[in-house]
């Protein structure tokens, strides 16, 4: 009796052993979750006061805001509770900003959904990517219903920061139709990478030449050397030098720069004009800014990701007021655009009614001005 003991024991021993070995090491794919985003509630939505008379929108994508936390039973949680009042007024003031910097022309649209959390930059790449599946699916969720319930044909701005840029260049890459790109004035993809690789798969990721062409993306990094370029952005290969709009190494001084700004708690506003010179490194497909004391903007606490001289918490602030320039130099652009795609369209579904089965066009008065 004893040795069937002893036998059982060792056999339990060595079965904890092999779970250990094949199982404990494999990243965990089962995440403690909150309640699903229902977009049909406003109240998933950042509450921000629209221009009816706008002649387009925005649809913007928050940046992470959140770090890893745990419920009343212990529980850790990699993804922001939405509903959580302390969570979302952590977000709110990167959502603020950008309504600051956007929604001067454009309606704003800006979902709450459940972010991944600092720490879920932290870890292997693909866990990071298993992890940030779950926020995405509700960014996905909430442009269609942007699209569905909001949009109502307009042209719009896709815009985001660090994760929320990775959300922005995901809609590109995998959900916006031809019809919807056909209305996009630009995407602006703050902060995030896109390599290669990308470029050549997705079509739509067109980068931005200039400052006026319309159906791009705008996406850069900001450091005051390349050595502080941020590991998670060292495959980028696009790049646009906002001060200038160039993307080529070509210098824009200070005197090109209409001014940073950032905000206190209360809102108020502090513009830093003619501060920064910025030139694009053609290695590293970065934006090299000078005339900034990196001190003044380095965060010990994400060291690991973003060290000292990289400036990506600041991507909204550095050029706020050129970025807010270059809004409305891109509207009449999309806007004219927009309204001959739509002619051209309305002529060939004219075309096609007009057009007898057997292939015979009969004339007909589009009456199309």
């Not at 006061?49 to 928050?62: H, Q, V, W």
């Not at 649209?109 to 699916?137: D, K």
């Not at 969720?141 to 949009?151: C, K, L, P, S, V």
Request: contains cysteine; hydrophobic residues 35%; aromatic residues 12%.
């Amino acid at each position: 009796m004893k040795i069937r003991s002893l036998l059982l024991m060792i056999l339990l021993f060595c079965l904890s052993v092999f779970f250990c070995l094949t199982g404990c090491s494999k990243p965990d794919t089962h995440y403690n979750l909150t309640a699903k985003p229902d977009y049909s509630h406003s109240t998933m939505w950042f509450d921000a006061p629209n221009d009816a008379l706008a002649e387009a929108d925005i649809f913007y994508i928050a940046p992470t805001c959140i770090w890893d936390w745990r419920d009343a039973d212990g529980k850790i949680y990699h993804h922001m509770d939405v509903g959580n009042p302390e969570q979302r007024s952590q977000v709110d003031g990167s959502i603020r900003l950008a309504h600051a910097l956007f929604g001067k022309y454009c309606r704003f649209y800006a979902p709450y959904y459940r972010q991944v959390t600092m720490e879920s930059w932290m870890v292997a790449h693909e866990e990071t990517e298993r992890r940030y599946a779950v926020a995405h699916g509700d960014v996905v969720q909430a442009f269609d219903y942007y699209m569905t319930h909001y949009n109502a044909g307009r042209p719009f701005i896709l815009a985001g920061h660090s994760q929320g840029a990775k959300a922005v260049i995901e809609l590109l890459k995998h959900t916006i139709t031809p019809r919807q790109h056909d209305n996009m004035i630009a995407a602006y993809a703050f902060g995030f990478s896109v390599c290669d690789q990308e470029l050549e798969q997705y079509p739509m990721l067109r980068p931005a030449r200039d400052s006026v062409d319309c159906g791009v993306l705008i996406c850069y990094n900001s450091v005051s050397a390349p050595e502080a370029v941020s590991p998670l952005f060292r495959d980028n290969v696009i790049c646009i030098n906002p001060l200038n709009w160039h993307t080529d190494t070509t210098y824009a001084p200070a005197g090109q720069h209409i001014g940073a700004v950032f905000f206190d708690a209360e809102g108020r506003a502090d513009t830093l004009s003619h501060r920064i010179g910025v030139r694009i490194d053609e290695t590293t497909h970065t934006l090299i800014v000078d005339g900034l004391d990196e001190e003044d903007y380095y965060i010990p606490g994400i060291s690991n990701l973003f060290p000292k001289g990289n400036y990506h918490v600041q991507e909204l602030n550095l050029y706020f007021l050129n970025v807010q320039q270059n809004i409305p130099q891109r509207i009449p652009e999309q806007v004219s655009h927009s309204l001959k795609q739509d002619r051209r369209n309305r002529i060939k579904s004219i075309i096609v009614r007009s057009t007898q089965s057997d292939g015979r066009f009969i004339p007909t008065s589009t009456g199309i001005s």
